[in-house]
């Protein structure tokens, strides 16, 4: 059962792999600490409470989803003001150009 619901959540996580893959893996290490723990010793009923308890896969990606959307925003955001930076450099540095060939010229 851990198995399945651990490939449902990755599924639900595939806009994000590195997201996916490490989510994954402290899901389980919890599931299983959970089955682990669990005094009744049927496995099956164990790992059903622990999944039960940790939450549907749909809802925890779409948490995950928030948060990696906030990450890509930030680094989209950085990445346009060093374009709009790169840019008014360059216009800076052909103003400057031109003005020096300008007084070569005369």
Do not use: C
């Not at 959540?9 to 402290?26: G, I, K, M, P, T």
């Not at 003001?81 to 003005?99: D, G, H, P």
């Amino acid at each position: 059962m851990i198995p399945d619901y651990l490939e449902r959540l990755a599924r639900e996580l595939s806009f994000d792999r590195s997201l996916a893959r490490n989510v994954r893996q402290e899901v389980e290490d919890h599931l299983w600490e959970a089955v682990a723990a669990d005094p009744t010793g049927n496995m099956l009923a164990a790992q059903q409470r622990a999944i039960a308890n940790f939450g549907d896969a749909r809802a925890i990606a779409a948490q995950f989803a928030v948060i990696s959307l906030a990450r890509h925003s930030r680094r989209a955001g950085a990445a346009a003001v060093l374009v709009i930076a790169s840019v008014f450099i360059a216009m800076k540095a052909r103003i400057a150009w031109n003005a020096a060939a300008q007084v070569g010229h005369r």
